[in-house]
């Protein structure tokens, strides 16, 4: 049961979705076909120590996908679609000049490591403390390809000002990244969250944000991929709080002013060349990808 003041490690709670999502990565750059290649995921993953998880990520056991397919449904497509809209949109803000990244809940995030960022670009990475320490230590022989920082803070309090203790710049242009954080706040403090990003971005700053809007997954199937060999101890929809009363993130931006630019999630998949059939399809409308921006500045400074 979720409380306003918990904690957790990466094995544990909310903790535990950064290792599930890092195993869809791993899992996701294995194949020949793949979409995106993230070759840290697996260090992150085997370095928690489990048999099940190590197997996982290495494609040991019979019958994973299918076990996988019918424990989550799209929402594997949707983390895929959902990493590879991000991905791009952290190297278009590079691109534009931006240098620096905000990731609120970076959790198993490593884009700091695994891109070629422009000299001068600043990643901050915001966690709790045990899950930023296990991260750390896990990439301990990997150097980040940018300057990580690497923040130990509560979303829940005041994280803007540990953000600038730690040399962010309010002034300059920001490209904020919030992948999968929404429904482990309450709805308070996801607007909370909306207001210190708005208030810390200077003109020409952006933000991207992934949130699903639909069920959590059925524990039943959860409970039956465990049979074979996925080792989920945690129940997502145990995790997530309540849409009531809760703001719709792109109204929330538009009515601040934000220019706002929708994506559907199948629509990436298929662009890219993966197939999505049309039940699969319906679903992924479920899943909120977009990106605003805020009017003025020049981020190619």
Request: charge should be negative; charged fraction near 25%; hydrophobic fraction near 45%.
């Amino acid at each position: 049961m979720r409380t306003d003041d918990d904690s957790w490690d990466i094995e544990s709670s909310v903790g535990a979705t950064a290792l599930g999502v890092a195993a869809m990565r791993a899992a996701e750059s294995r194949r020949p076909d793949a979409l995106f290649h993230d070759p840290y995921a697996e260090v992150l993953v085997t370095a928690v120590g489990s048999e099940s998880w190590t197997r996982i990520v290495r494609g040991e056991i019979p019958d994973l996908e299918e076990a996988a397919i019918a424990a989550m449904g799209p929402i594997i497509s949707a983390l895929i679609a959902r990493t590879c809209y991000l991905d791009a949109y952290v190297q278009e803000a590079a691109a534009d000049g931006i240098r620096q990244l905000v990731i609120p809940a970076a959790g198993l995030d490593a884009r700091a490591y695994r891109f070629e960022w422009p000299v001068g670009t600043t990643v901050f990475e915001l966690d709790l403390p045990k899950v930023l320490e296990f991260k750390e230590s896990a990439l301990v022989d990997f150097p980040p390809a940018a300057d990580r920082r690497a923040i130990a803070v509560d979303l829940r309090q005041d994280w803007p000002t540990a953000l600038r203790d730690n040399g962010f710049d309010p002034a300059a242009p920001t490209a904020w990244l919030v992948e999968g954080l929404l429904r482990y706040l309450p709805a308070d403090a996801q607007d909370r969250l909306f207001d210190n990003i708005v208030a810390s971005s200077a003109p020409g700053s952006r933000v991207a944000i992934y949130r699903s809007s639909g069920s959590a997954p059925d524990s039943k199937a959860l409970r039956e991929a465990r049979s074979s060999g996925v080792d989920v101890t945690v129940d997502v929809g145990e995790l997530w709080y309540s849409d009531e009363g809760r703001s719709d993130p792109i109204d929330w931006f538009t009515e601040h002013g934000w220019t706002v630019s929708r994506a559907d999630p199948a629509e990436v998949l298929r662009s890219r060349g993966r197939e999505v059939s049309d039940a699969a399809a319906a679903h992924l409308k479920t899943h909120i990808l977009f990106t605003a921006r805020r009017p003025g500045g020049d981020s190619t400074r």
